[in-house]
């Protein structure tokens, strides 16, 4: 029974003392942090050292306000998903001017095309005297009178 009682004494007072050298001066309660390890550490204090640091030196979980932020996973966060939004939202913007400009683009190509193939046969309408009037309607098979 000694046996196991020397041994919760000496695992808490390890667990006591590595959690107090870990923590923060502002999430440790009541007394300075260096004062709470040597309470811990001091032999008359053993057992006791330990579990009155853990019950009331310790901080009890999550401090609200401006001591301790609350870490938030990036799909919680409502400043990330705005921006995340934003980023979207600017992305399909630019991807729709860029659309739009290539059709702008592909539509003049196409009427600068077509006034070229008219100019070609309009050159090649001249070049020729055919049977074709200057109407563009071709008269061969009526008589000239």
């Known amino acids: 029974m000694s046996y196991v009682v020397l041994l919760v004494s000496v695992g808490v007072t390890i667990y006591a003392l590595v959690d107090c050298w870990r923590s923060s001066d502002d999430e440790v309660r009541g007394l300075p942090r260096l004062t709470w390890m040597i309470i811990i550490v001091f032999p008359l ?12 030196g310790r901080s009890r979980g999550v401090l609200s306000g401006p001591e301790r932020s609350r870490v938030t996973a990036p799909d919680d966060d409502p400043e990330f998903l705005y921006q995340l939004g934003q980023q979207q939202r600017r992305a399909a913007a630019e991807a729709r001017r860029d659309q739009e400009q290539r059709e702008k683009r ?3 190509d196409r009427e600068r095309l077509e006034r070229q193939q008219r100019r070609d046969r309009k050159a090649g ?12 309607d071709d008269h061969s098979d009526h008589p000239t009178g």
Request: charged share 25%; net charge negative; proline share 4%.
């Open 106 to 108: 592909e539509r003049k």
């Open 125 to 136: 309408s001249d070049d020729t005297a055919g049977p074709e009037s200057a109407d563009g």
């Open 45 to 56: 204090f053993w057992l006791v050292g330990g579990l009155a640091y853990l019950v009331f």
